[in-house]
């Protein structure tokens, strides 16, 4: 990305949220990031259908021999059946669902809420199909019914759009976000009247994204379960690179790492020269998460980026009402809460997901890793963010489950993270990589059976602002390839203070402990090539006249206080 479309997105993210920050005088955080989120939703498929159109428009009057879509002006009487002609072609829906953009009824086009929530409040806005006056009530009304058309015209998302006429805004304080939203385009980005070459997932990603780093940061503990760093989600997809296949987050917050897997294997079709639509259809994608309005953001997420999903049918619970009990992934990613102390049933005492041994009824941390592990495929991969406790803990059973973990081979990878990453915890981080099967028989990687890879990336990164932390591109690239090289056995060599290749004797000496900081060592220091002897003769020199100088001034000082009258 260059300057000018970096700069184009920083001002688009500051108005925007600028004018959705207005709203925080009448809700609090948890409740207006609803009717921002469902206006941003609103605006973004109205703005794809309008590209469609223009598109398709331009097919149907191309003259062009392969052109299927062409519709002759001669076929027609006069210029105005020929134009009512389009108008009807432009409204038939497979032609936007063949090139998967989402069929907005004129009820819900932007123009539409543009120009009727002007109106006064009474007026009649048109009929419905049985000929019944349709009569504006409020413009939260009027944005609802826009939602509700679109569940109505697009299944996958019945039951997803949350309505806002529950939080009762006045109609100016809406009708200003409209105003404001209006002037962005998703489809047609330009900047200081340069075109730019974004395009509108791209900037309706990186719009939704933003918002969500801000509610969480504005919601504070709160905020962040359904939000995750993007830097971390896009290291751990670029270390587990998820080409095909079925991909599952147990607790998938916003879907984070379902957008970075998409964004992922487009940018790998692009280098291998496919085509990243055919690619998409190679992956599927399971989730689930047991706080409804997470669950409705996560389906959102995946519908503006047309990502075909399966959340469940409805919010659950993941440990007492599994959706996907039948579910072998061949990638398995998360971020699940650290530490929750209150996830326990007894229920739960003899769940065939316990193989490793029954986790603490007082921390989760072990049940989502043997909950993923269950849910994986005989040559499937996985990836966790847990509290580093997790890499040295023994109590209640937690270094008995840990113990078997490494016993049986299942972890490949550890990474420690740096502290400061996440918005509503300090507590620090790391990554674990798990996966059943070490052997390289697929000839892609080489056989890594009973060695373990630690990585320490406690100094990586960079401090975005006085509270947080973040990894930048380097950072995740040099993991990653670290990894992959590490897989592949080529290009890898053990770094210390950084990196180190550890078998499982060597961990068993360490009573099981997987903390990174324990195998890595500490890093060398850069010889000077001044011989020991002559650096300690002049560094003793060095002191000895410091010393000498610091008297000096002691004594100058009290000559100074006694002319003064003071004496020490």
């Known amino acids: ?187 047609k980005p330009s900047y200081n009247g340069e075109r730019l070459n974004l395009h509108s997932k791209d900037i309706l990603g990186h719009v939704y994204e933003y918002f969500l780093g801000q509610f969480a940061l504005a919601e504070g503990k709160q905020g962040g379960q359904y939000y995750t760093p993007k830097s971390i989600v896009t290291l751990i997809v670029e270390m587990l690179e998820p080409y095909s296949g079925r991909v599952y987050d147990p607790a998938m917050g916003s879907g984070g790492f379902f957008v970075s897997s998409d964004k992922f294997i487009e940018e790998h079709a692009k280098e291998q020269h496919y085509d990243p639509a055919e690619q998409k259809k190679h992956i599927s994608v399971y989730g689930q998460e047991s706080n409804p309005t997470t669950w409705r953001l996560a389906a959102m997420n995946m519908a503006i980026r047309g990502i075909d999903f399966n ?98 081979d299942l972890v490949e990878c550890m990474v420690a993270l740096p502290g400061q990453l996440f918005t509503n915890t300090q507590i620090p981080a790391c990554i674990w990589l798990l996966t059943k099967d070490k052997s390289g028989k697929d000839g892609k990687k080489r056989d890594r059976r009973n060695e373990v890879l630690f990585i320490d990336g406690r100094n990586l990164g960079y401090m975005k602002d006085r509270v947080l932390r973040d990894f930048a591109a380097g950072d995740i690239r040099r993991v990653a390839d670290t990894f992959h090289n590490w897989q592949q056995g080529e290009g890898y060599q053990d770094v210390a203070g950084y990196c180190a290749s550890i078998d499982s004797k060597q961990i068993e000496k360490h009573d099981f402990v997987l903390t990174p900081g324990r195998y890595v060592g500490a890093p060398d220091q850069e010889d000077d090539g001044e011989p020991f002897a002559e650096k300690m003769s002049r560094l003793t020199s060095q002191l000895s006249a410091q010393f000498a100088e610091s008297g000096r001034l002691e004594a100058e000082i009290k000559v100074n206080l006694k002319g003064l009258g003071y004496e020490l």
């Not at 688009?12 to 959705?20: E, G």
């Not at 497979?94 to 543009?114: G, I, M, Q």
């Open 311 to 408: 959340f469940g049918k409805i919010p659950a619970d993941t440990f007492l009402n599994d959706r996907h009990p039948d579910l072998r992934a061949d990638f398995v990613m998360a971020n699940p809460p650290f530490n929750i102390k209150d996830w326990w049933n007894e229920s739960l005492a003899d769940d065939a997901r316990w193989k490793y041994g029954t986790p603490p009824k007082g921390n989760a941390n072990f049940a989502w890793m043997q909950h993923m592990l269950y849910h994986l495929a005989p040559t499937g991969s996985m990836a966790l963010l847990l509290a580093n406790g997790s890499m040295s803990s023994n109590t209640n059973n937690e270094g008995v489950i840990r113990k078997r973990l490494i016993e049986d």
């Open 1 to 187: 990305m260059n300057n000018t479309e970096q700069q184009f997105l920083d001002d688009l993210d500051d108005k925007l949220w600028k004018a959705a920050d207005k709203l925080r005088s009448n809700l609090d955080a948890a409740n207006y990031k609803h009717v921002v989120l469902g206006l941003i939703f609103l605006k973004y498929v109205s703005d794809a259908f309008e590209e469609r159109q223009e598109a398709l428009l331009e097919l149907f009057q191309s003259d062009d021999e392969e052109n299927i879509y062409y519709l002759p002006r001669d076929d027609f009487d006069s210029d105005d059946d020929y134009r009512q002609a389009l108008q009807n072609e432009l409204e038939v829906l497979d032609y936007y669902r063949e090139a998967n953009v989402f069929w907005v009824p004129k009820a819900a086009r932007w123009s539409t809420l543009k120009e009727k929530a002007v109106l006064p409040v009474g007026t009649v806005l048109w009929q419905d199909d049985v000929g019944n006056e349709v009569k504006l009530r409020s413009v939260s009304w009027l944005i609802d019914n826009a939602l509700e058309e679109i569940e109505r015209s697009n299944k996958k998302l019945k039951g997803i759009l949350n309505r806002i006429s529950q939080y009762q805004l006045d109609n100016d304080k809406l009708l200003g976000l409209i105003n404001t939203f209006s002037d962005t385009s998703f489809t």
